[in-house]
């Protein structure tokens, strides 16, 4: 915001937005704003270590990989933010904490000057403070009415209704009814009500709102982001950063070692390896020479190389899948909410209560003034400033609770649905296992051949490279002394040590479904390093934990078959293998079609459709961007026992919220024959409202460590 | 009678400042970053 304000005309100036997931502690933001700022062309960079993000306002010329490296410089994996997904997305909450403030303010002012009535003001007095309470009533239900004005029309156009029709109603009847007993100088006005039965309820609109924006945030500063753009030569040899929507057949990319890929063409110089797992689900790289088909999405592993654009956008591959996920996701949408499940009972209810107070008033003499006043006074009183609350207040305090856990739900309906689930599909790479590999027999080396290895292997990006100096990293190696260290892309790392010719690299002669490493120093033996996909931390366990919750487990993997029948042997659940996107998707359709309710849990690209089909889904933090935007709830860290945790905690979330109805329910029992016997003035309205509110806030808080 | 005419417009205003203050500060960002600003007051070169 401070920065637009320094624009000056002289010179043109561009927003650029980053993601920096990694900043944890005060000295990062001091760090990273004077690390950017330093770069030449930057005018200003502002953190938001909430969103953990930062805004970054600089001159045209400087090109965003220039800002990424410069973060990398200071020490942070930072990722551009396409700037069509980030506008303005907190609006709708600013603009309920907004009418919030106003109901807030105007409720505090009223009851102010309804206590002076209810203790005893008399005639003029009186009179002048209930048109004090309409001059600040009126205005205030207007402006903070809305949000409810709007849904409420939305629905009554279409001839249904909703809760917020009875909120409608009685707001207005009642602000109406009070208008005209000031006028006449009557005993009771019901401003007070109506302004905190507003207040009440936009406080529960208002934390929905900010909980589904929190782990929006969440998830976006997770996402990695199929590159959004890439380096493309132009025709006369120099070289300009083109955002993935500009990129067009026939234009040439430079892809670097460990960069993904923005769009869909064919290799036209350099030899590399790129991971498809991705798009496939297959943890080996595949070899790419000039000619090969690259698809959008897959990530360069080992060395350059320079790649013609044949499809750019809605044309490449990925799109196809999200088009299939688009679809998918359709049949979800069909899903009501517990809220509005309760109101198509509730508001029915609340009307004909309504009416036949004041029929029944009506027919037993009462005037209509009196009946009228009976009947809102049922309104108020039923009008479900609890229920209203009820859902929001349990949802939020249990997704806090998850956030806190490392589990980023992404809205209330998730955490519903969540509760229902009664079956698991589990993808295998990357789901049940790490989805990268780990070395196995690494023990038997000794300290000098694994020093040698740890020098020979960080210096490549090669997965299984970096697998070696992550494990060795940890046993504290020191890395040997080598020098005239070359890397040929599919075969290996060569380098002299001690005079000798030392090796890193592929194991040819081993057999397809392992995948080995081979370490040759001079002329000793060679060594073969296997490695292997390992399950997750806790999988066992948590396939325990899922069944003891009633939930069946079962794996559907693109996987070859024998790589997946291993992974379900050893933990005792059945599996399909070898399927692709579209027979993962008509997995869960027939499913849904037995009428079972099913928790999709995936990371691939290829189990995009299936997770946005799933009646829920969940996506750890390391899957790909299609994956974690399609799935309900993103879990950190690599054991798997978040999903268990989740859906624990949404089951006793719905528990409290159900608490929460039949509380509602419980007050309204006693309240309302109190209503509908015309005993309730504004004095009884108010107390039961806000008492009602109190315990059902309170019973939610119980869910704070619910995620433990 | 008179002091109430008088500081019931006193209470009135004195809400809506803070109203006004409340909303003032909302749209000029000042929560946009709550976390963020627990954290700056531990930074130390900042005049």
């Known amino acids: 915001m401070n920065a637009e304000a320094q624009i000056t005309a002289t010179q043109a100036i561009a927003q650029t937005r980053l993601s920096v997931p990694s900043m944890r502690c005060a000295g990062c933001i001091t760090k990273i704003e004077k690390g950017l700022s330093a770069v030449p062309g930057v005018i200003d960079a502002r953190v938001n270590f909430t969103s953990k993000r930062v805004a970054v306002s600089h001159g045209v010329e400087v090109q965003i990989p220039l800002l990424v490296t410069s973060l990398r410089d200071l020490g942070f994996e930072a990722q551009p933010i396409d700037d069509g997904t980030v506008i303005d997305e907190h609006e709708e909450s600013r603009a309920l904490l907004r009418a919030m403030a106003v ?30 309470s309409a001059l600040i009533a009126l205005p205030t239900v207007l402006y903070s009415g809305r949000p409810f004005f709007r849904s409420a029309w939305s629905v009554v156009r279409h001839g249904r209704t909703n809760m917020d029709v009875p909120i409608t109603i009685g707001v207005v009847l009642v602000s109406g009814l009070s208008l005209y007993e000031t ?76 960069e993904r890929l923005a769009a869909d063409g064919l290799v036209e110089e350099g030899r590399s390896s790129f991971d498809l797992s991705l798009l496939t689900g297959e943890s080996q790289p595949e070899t790419v020479l000039p000619g090969s088909v690259v698809h959008a999405g897959t990530l360069n592993v080992s060395a350059p190389v320079t790649v013609r654009v044949t499809a750019a956008g809605a044309d490449t591959a990925i799109a196809d899948i999200a088009r299939i996920m688009e679809e998918a996701a359709q049949t979800r949408s069909h899903y009501v909410r517990i809220a509005d ?38 309104l108020i009183i039923t009008c479900p400033c609890a229920l209203g609350l009820a859902v929001p207040a349990a949802q939020i305090v249990a997704v806090g609770s998850l956030m806190r856990a490392g589990i980023l739900v992404k809205d209330g309906s998730a955490l519903e649905r969540l509760a229902e689930a009664d079956h698991v599909l589990l993808d295998k790479t990357g789901t049940l296992t790490l989805g990268r590999p780990e ?53 290996g790392l060569f380098a ?57 487990a079962a794996i559907i993997s693109g996987d070859r078959a024998a790589a997946v029948a291993e992974v379900a042997s050893e933990l005792g659940i059945g599996a399909r293998a070898g399927l692709s996107p579209k027979d993962k998707l008509d997995a869960i359709t027939q499913f849904s079609a037995e009428g079972r309710k099913v928790l999709m849990v995936g990371d691939g690209l290829n189990d995009g459709p299936a997770l946005a089909a799933g009646h829920v889904s969940m996506a750890p933090a390391s899957a790909s961007d299609a994956g974690q935007n399609a799935a309900d709830a993103v879990w950190m860290g690599d054991g798997l026992m978040p999903v268990a945790i989740a859906i624990r905690a949404a089951r006793a979330t719905l528990r409290v919220v159900k608490e929460n109805f039949v509380l509602a329910i419980g007050y309204n029992v006693i309240a309302v024959p109190l209503a509908l016997a015309g005993m309730v003035t504004p004095l009884i309205a108010a107390l039961a409202m806000s008492g009602s509110s109190i315990i059902v806030v309170g019973n939610a808080l119980r869910l704070r460590s619910a995620a433990r | ?26 749209r000029s960002g000042q929560f946009e970053d709550l976390d963020g600003a627990a954290m700056r007051i531990l930074e130390e070169d900042e005049i």
Do not use: C
Not at chain 1, 113 to 125: D, M, N, Q, R, Y
Not at chain 1, 459 to 471: E, N
């Open chain 2, 1 to 26: 009678m008179n002091v109430v005419l008088l500081l019931i417009p006193i209470a009135l205003l004195l809400g809506l400042a803070g109203l006004a203050a409340f909303l003032w500060a909302l």
């Open chain 1, 341 to 378: 499940r309760a109101a198509r009972y509730y508001a029915p209810a609340v009307h004909t209560l309504a009416l036949s107070a004041f029929i029944g008033w009506m027919i037993m003499g009462a005037g209509w003034h009196q009946a009228l006043m009976i009947s809102a006074a049922v």
């Open chain 1, 103 to 132: 109901a807030g303010f105007a409720a505090m002012n009223i009851m102010l000057l309804s206590v002076s009535v209810w203790s005893g003001a008399t005639g003029v007095i009186r009179d002048m403070f209930h048109w004090f």
């Open chain 1, 183 to 258: 006028i006449t100088g009557g005993a009771h006005a019901y401003f007070d009500g109506a302004v905190m039965l507003l207040f009440f309820l936009l406080t529960g609109r208002w934390l929905d709102s900010v909980m589904r924006d929190r782990a929006r945030d969440g998830v976006t500063a997770l996402l990695r982001q199929s590159a959004p753009g890439a380096l493309v030569v132009k025709p006369d040899g120099q070289t300009e950063w083109v955002g993935a929507r500009d990129l067009a057949p026939g234009m040439r990319m430079l892809v670097a070692a460990g």
């Open chain 1, 439 to 491: 070395p196995v027999d690494i023990g038997m080396l000794d300290q000098r051949q694994k020093s040698v290895m740890m020098a020979l292997a960080r210096s490549s990006r090669h997965p299984l490279s970096q697998a070696l100096r992550r494990s060795l990293e940890a046993e504290g190696i020191v890395a040997a002394d080598i020098s005239e260290l070359v890397e040929t892309p599919g075969e």
């Open chain 1, 496 to 552: 002299k040590y001690d005079g000798e010719v030392v090796s890193l690299g592929r194991a040819d002669d081993t057999d397809a479904v392992t995948l080995a490493s081979r370490l040759r120093i001079g002329n000793e033996p060679a060594i073969d390093i296997h490695f292997h996909d390992a399950l997750r931390p806790q999988a066992a366990e948590t396939i325990a934990a899922l069944r003891k919750l009633g939930l069946e």
